[in-house]
């Protein structure tokens, strides 16, 4: 299985096709904005017809959790699923299958003036990561 990730502005998946508009930034901040996370996972043939996990984790430079607030107070920002590929009728064996993902995320606050990293990992294994930066706040006058 591979994954490819894309930052982007915003996308979304229409008719299995991922569209992604703004991708590729590598800054972000230091105010809280939204953005996308665009992502291609390539299922094998011998990987469909069975469950995977997909998590999508955020790290600062440290390799510490980026946290989140929520409801609940501060949490590790990271995004599970579960996703099952199968096999259409008339595939030829051997044939891998692409899933598009496109996760829209509200904006959060992120670690201002520090590098983070997003990772896919699938069934607990890192298959990409994408290292951005938070812009530095601007200095208190």
Known sequence: MKVRLLLAH?????NSLLYALGAGWTAIGPAPSP???????????????????????????????VLASTLAGEEPFRIP????????????????????????IPPIQLPAGRQCVVKALING????????????????R
């Open 81 to 104: 699923a579960e996703f099952e590929v199968g096999r259409p009728p008339g595939a030829v064996q051997g044939t891998s299958f692409i899933m598009p993902i496109a996760l829209n």
């Open 35 to 65: 953005f996308a996370i665009a992502a291609i996972v390539e299922v094998a043939w011998d990987e469909t017809s069975q469950k995977h996990r997909l998590e999508i984790v955020f790290e600062d430079a440290d390799g510490q959790p």
């Open 125 to 140: 294994n890192v298959l990409d990561e994408l290292f951005f930066v938070v812009r530095p706040a601007p200095p208190s």
């Open 10 to 14: 915003s996308a979304e998946v229409q």
